[in-house]
């Protein structure tokens, strides 16, 4: 029940020391407006390309083909809406979700919440370890354990970053995604795929709700763990805090009309090279792995499949290999600033309480090492079994995505929260809602699946 009445306010602007600090144009072009807005949505868009991504659309295209990319498509335009939402309630509001949910539930329920939302970035984290891990395995030779623990220490390279100003901090972000682009443009013409079964593949057709296991992972469970890497809960959060750092006068209506308008601007044109690498990676799976991908370990079998003619054809060389593992490394380290800026917004949204944040990055980083160097040390290495932990730990995220997607919609359709004149339009409130209740259910089954194959099941 929501509680207008009584609203639990936050002690403090989220992320207080960036609210509010980059000044935009107040009659500037168009062009340069959009400019002084951008670089929220390559934060954002940072997790719709992390190695958790990279693991399911690999495997999905080297499992099923072109099959799973309609799952891209329909994710990433879920995903653009869902942040369009995020962004417009932090701006509208002056509070993030996170805030704005503890503010209308209560201390109770935003602890809970809170819990759930930790796990989800720990689940995060894991798919940065064990990606980062296999990067620095790939590119130095040490063993995969090795490369997992140095990871640890990425805390130092962060808190470096983040005392160049926050701006800086979106420059250097954006870079790294152009990098990991242009790589994978190249690496995907060269893979030579067939491009009209790629095109067919963006059609969404009843195949995808098989729920018939191959080689480990059923399409369900395959297209879930699609839709939770590329739907991430916790980056909704990350948007409400972070389209608060452009300087925004509230007095005035038009002001955050402008603001809006130009957020979503940001948010669409970064996610959209985000849907361009995800969709470019599902077709890299399908065309160097379809037919030979049994027991794929991907990052590995990627790796050297693109320094093995055999394989890669005339393309193959060392220079792609590496290429492909510091675009690796670059994705998992881009992914590590976000996390900790996300965790941060939601311990202070939900608990009203502030840590270091170097402590911050410490306590998520310890708790994901926890259970990969658990199934490192239990599985020898094995990057295989890293990798089933990993698509696994994207699932988590699909299955935490409702708990985050739900409220975020409501409060936006609520005139009274958001105002007649920024509340959503009926037919984004229907459309956005149908899809948490069709993922809730899908994630149902999906869990139903797993404890199946768990315990014996079919």
Same mark, same amino acid.
């Not at 409130?429 to 404890?451: D, E």
């Given at each position: 029940?929501?509680?207008?009445?009584?609203?639990?306010?936050?002690?403090?602007?989220?992320?207080?020391?960036?609210?509010?600090?980059?000044?935009?144009?107040?009659?500037?072009?168009?062009?340069?407006? *959009?400019?002084?807005?951008?670089?929220?949505?390559?934060?954002?868009?940072?997790?719709?390309?992390?190695? &958790?991504?990279?693991?399911?659309?690999?495997?999905?295209g080297a499992k099923?083909?072109?099959?799973?990319?309609?799952?891209?498509?329909?994710?990433?335009?879920?995903?653009?809406?869902?942040?369009?939402?995020?962004?417009?309630?932090?701006?509208?509001?002056?509070?993030? *979700?996170?805030?704005?949910?503890?503010?209308?539930?209560? $201390?109770?329920?935003?602890?809970?919440?809170?819990?759930?939302?930790?796990?989800?970035?720990?689940?995060?984290?894991?798919?940065?370890?064990?990606?980062?891990?296999?990067?620095?395995?790939?590119?130095? &030779?040490?063993?995969?354990?090795?490369?997992?623990?140095?990871?640890?220490?990425?805390?130092?390279?962060?808190?470096?970053?983040?005392?160049?100003?926050?701006? $800086?901090?979106?420059?250097?972000?954006?870079? *790294?995604?152009?990098? /990991?682009?242009?790589?994978?443009?190249?690496?995907?013409?060269?893979?030579?795929?067939? %491009?009209?079964?790629?095109?067919?593949?963006?059609?969404?057709?009843?195949?995808?709700?098989?729920?018939?296991?191959?080689?480990?992972?059923?399409?369900?469970?395959?297209?879930?763990? /699609?839709?939770?890497?590329?739907?991430?809960?916790?980056? *909704?959060?990350?948007?409400?805090?972070?389209?608060?750092?452009?300087?925004?006068?509230?007095?005035?209506?038009?002001? /955050?009309?402008?603001?809006?308008?130009?957020?979503? %601007?940001?948010? #669409?044109?970064?996610?959209?090279?985000?849907?361009?690498?995800?969709?470019?990676?599902?077709?890299?799976?399908?065309?160097?792995?379809?037919?030979?991908?049994d027991n794929l370990?991907?990052?590995?079998?990627?790796?050297?499949?693109?320094?093995?003619?055999?394989?890669?054809?005339?393309?193959?060389?060392?220079?792609?290999?590496?290429?492909?593992?510091?675009?690796?490394?670059?994705?998992?380290?881009?992914?590590?600033?976000? &996390?900790?800026?996300? &965790?941060?917004?939601?311990?202070?949204?939900?608990?009203?309480?502030?840590?270091?944040?170097?402590?911050?990055?410490?306590?998520?980083?310890?708790?994901?090492?926890?259970?990969?160097?658990?199934?490192?040390?239990?599985?020898?290495?094995?990057?295989?079994?890293?990798?089933?932990?990993?698509?696994?730990s994207q699932v988590?995220?699909?299955?935490?995505?409702?708990?985050?997607?739900?409220?975020?919609?409501?409060?936006?359709?609520?005139?009274?929260?958001?105002?007649?004149?920024?509340? #959503?339009?009926?037919?984004?409130?229907? /459309?956005?809602?149908?899809?948490?209740?069709?993922?809730?259910?899908?994630?149902?089954?999906?869990?139903?699946?797993?404890?199946?194959?768990?315990?014996?099941?079919?």
């Open positions: 029940m929501v509680k207008e009445k009584k609203l639990d306010l936050p002690i403090r602007k989220s992320l207080e020391d960036i609210n509010s600090s980059i000044v935009v144009p107040k009659n500037g072009s168009f062009f340069k407006t *959009l400019w002084a807005f951008s670089g929220p949505g390559a934060l954002v868009a940072v997790g719709y390309m992390d190695p &958790g991504n990279w693991i399911t659309s690999i495997v999905g099923y083909k072109y099959l799973l990319i309609s799952v891209v498509l329909i994710s990433s335009l879920i995903a653009m809406s869902l942040q369009y939402m995020a962004g417009k309630l932090g701006i509208v509001t002056q509070m993030d *979700l996170a805030q704005n949910t503890r503010a209308r539930t209560g $201390k109770k329920m935003g602890f809970v919440l809170w819990i759930l939302t930790e796990l989800a970035i720990m689940a995060t984290d894991i798919a940065e370890v064990i990606g980062s891990g296999i990067a620095i395995h790939l590119l130095f &030779g040490v063993n995969v354990l090795t490369g997992v623990l140095i990871t640890a220490f990425d805390v130092v390279i962060l808190l470096l970053l983040m005392k160049l100003g926050f701006r $800086k901090i979106e420059a250097i972000v954006a870079t *790294l995604i152009t990098t /990991i682009l242009l790589i994978f443009v190249y690496l995907t013409i060269q893979s030579n795929p067939v %491009w009209s079964e790629a095109l067919a593949g963006f059609i969404p057709t009843g195949e995808l709700f098989n729920d018939k296991v191959a080689h480990g992972d059923s399409q369900l469970v395959m297209a879930a763990g /699609i839709i939770g890497a590329t739907v991430m809960p916790h980056n *909704l959060y990350l948007h409400s805090s972070i389209a608060q750092t452009r300087k925004i006068d509230y007095t005035n209506k038009e002001g /955050i009309k402008k603001a809006v308008k130009f957020m979503t %601007w940001d948010s #669409n044109i970064q996610l959209s090279l985000a849907f361009v690498i995800n969709s470019m990676l599902l077709i890299l799976g399908a065309a160097l792995f379809y037919g030979h991908g370990n991907a990052f590995g079998a990627l790796y050297n499949a693109l320094n093995d003619k055999n394989i890669a054809g005339a393309i193959a060389s060392p220079i792609l290999s590496t290429l492909f593992a510091v675009a690796l490394l670059a994705s998992g380290q881009n992914s590590t600033i976000t &996390g900790t800026i996300t &965790g941060e917004a939601v311990m202070e949204g939900f608990l009203h309480m502030k840590f270091p944040r170097w402590l911050r990055r410490v306590i998520t980083r310890g708790l994901a090492l926890i259970p990969v160097v658990a199934f490192a040390v239990i599985f020898n290495g094995s990057e295989g079994k890293l990798d089933q932990l990993l698509v696994y988590f995220l699909s299955i935490a995505l409702p708990f985050s997607m739900i409220p975020l919609i409501y409060y936006t359709s609520s005139k009274k929260i958001m105002g007649e004149e920024f509340a #959503n339009a009926r037919w984004l409130a229907i /459309i956005t809602s149908i899809a948490a209740v069709v993922l809730t259910i899908l994630n149902i089954q999906i869990v139903i699946n797993i404890f199946e194959q768990l315990f014996g099941g079919k």
